[in-house]
């Protein structure tokens, strides 16, 4: 820990804030950064003010606040550009749907938007809004916009609004945030440059029109190596199966249904990655012939007969040329050996393993990781904790 503040206290984050109920978590933000060694500079637009005033930030992070383009006291009268050059990235938390069009857009019409754009470092958004503005056309077309041009943007999540509304667009916890902002201060460059590819959540197997055949798998791993893999800077695909999850803004995001919707679009994928990462819980096996309509019930047993599906993963590990493949093993006993079947019967460099029981639907998981240099075990902790962990060690053995 001493070590990890130690790093912490060299950087320099630049805190932008912009208009929206959402600014009073940018002072908690503020206070946990700060706490954490970082020195932290704030810049707020003048609607920003209306919520938060610019005291208290200057209070939590001990520097000055700037508000204004023509600030008169800025060192050398130019404050967008200087303000930009002294730090080692940019957060702006929140990020409002103004703010974001106008960054898509290359506007210089005050201070923030200005050394955003006349910036020399990473930066990344949190975007808080209602819930009907961040699903607007021209919010997403910004937002791809902004991820074509290198912008990472962190959440938003999905709960209540100030409006009253439930949806989209609530901006994450200043304590996800801070903890965010600490990840890529500490791994922001480990894959850079590097395209991976994440499958996550479960398939489903249609028995009929209305039934089917789907493992219990949550999505939420998978998510979670997918943004971890982002804050190290890859450029990231997601397939996913069906989820009630939100998923993270990736590069790529691909939806699909059965394992062979899953396996057309990883193959479709495939020459273009560096990494792949099998985090989903494809089913085994799906119906040999299934009915269009609904089956009736009946007296009657019902017997279906149910074929292999394909192993995307072993499709995958065994081409001429595969990516740097990474799987996750559930298993219910035997954990380790099991896994390690698995991992030499598919000639993985890293299989993730982990209790099926414990971790399935879970917040949190314990894992072990087994490669050729043995076993590594990742205490219990929350999954997007983990998954940076496991992107940490893979950027290890990729490199070696």
């Known amino acids: 820990m001493t070590t990890c503040l130690t790093a912490l206290s060299k950087k320099r984050l630049l805190l932008g ?30 609607s920003a003010c209306h919520f938060v005033g610019p005291v208290t930030f200057q209070s939590l992070t001990g520097n000055p606040v700037y508000t204004d383009l023509w600030e008169a006291n800025a060192a050398h009268t130019m404050a967008h550009i200087n303000l930009s050059r002294n730090v080692d990235m940019i957060l702006v938390a929140p990020a409002s749907a103004d703010f974001i069009a106008r960054l898509a857009n290359g506007m ?4 923030l938007a200005t050394l955003c754009l006349a910036r020399d470092c990473p930066i990344m958004i949190a975007p808080a809004m209602n819930r009907q503005m961040w699903e607007n056309s021209a919010t997403k077309r910004n937002l791809s916009s902004l991820q074509n041009d290198g912008v990472k943007i962190i959440g938003p999540e999905s709960g209540a609004q100030a409006c009253g509304e439930m949806g989209m667009g609530r901006m994450l916890e200043a304590s996800e945030l801070a903890e965010t902002v600490r990840s890529a201060f500490q791994t922001g460059d480990l894959l850079q440059g590097k395209k991976v590819l994440v499958t996550a959540g479960p398939t489903f197997e249609a028995i009929d029109a209305v039934r089917g055949i789907i493992n219990k798998s949550s999505g939420k791993m998978g998510y979670a190596v997918a943004r ?29 249904v059965s394992a062979d919707d899953m396996l057309r679009a990883v193959q479709a994928e495939i020459a273009q990655t560096d990494i792949f990462i099998s985090v989903a819980a ?31 993963l072993m499709t995958v590990s065994t081409l001429p040329e595969p990516p740097f493949c990474v799987g996750f093993a559930a298993e219910t006993e035997d954990l380790e050996k099991n896994a390690e079947i698995k991992r030499r019967k598919k000639n993985l460099p890293l299989l993730v393993a982990n209790l099926a029981q414990d971790a399935i639907g879970s917040d949190e998981s314990a894992l072990i990781l087994l490669d050729d240099a043995g076993k590594h075990v990742l205490s219990k902790a929350p999954k997007m904790e983990q998954a940076r962990q496991l992107i940490k060690h893979i950027s290890l053995l990729y490199k070696q």
Not at 28 to 34: D, F, I, P
Not at 229 to 256: F, Y
Not at 286 to 306: C, G, P, T
Request: proline share 4%; hydrophobic share 45%; charged share 20%.
């Open 282 to 312: 494809v089913a085994d096996y799906r119906v040999a012939k299934a009915s269009q309509q609904k089956i009736k019930k009946s007296d009657k047993k019902l017997s279906i007969e149910l074929i292999l599906n394909p192993d995307i």
């Open 228 to 256: 971890a893999a982002m804050e190290a800077g890859a450029t990231v695909t997601l397939v996913s199966g069906p989820t009630c999850l939100a998923p993270p803004i990736v590069d790529k995001l691909i939806h699909v």
């Open 108 to 111: 210089a019409d005050d201070l």
């Open 17 to 46: 804030i912009t208009g929206g109920v959402a600014a009073y978590k940018a002072a908690e933000l503020a206070r946990l950064l700060t706490q954490d060694g970082i020195d932290v500079q704030t810049v707020m637009t003048q």
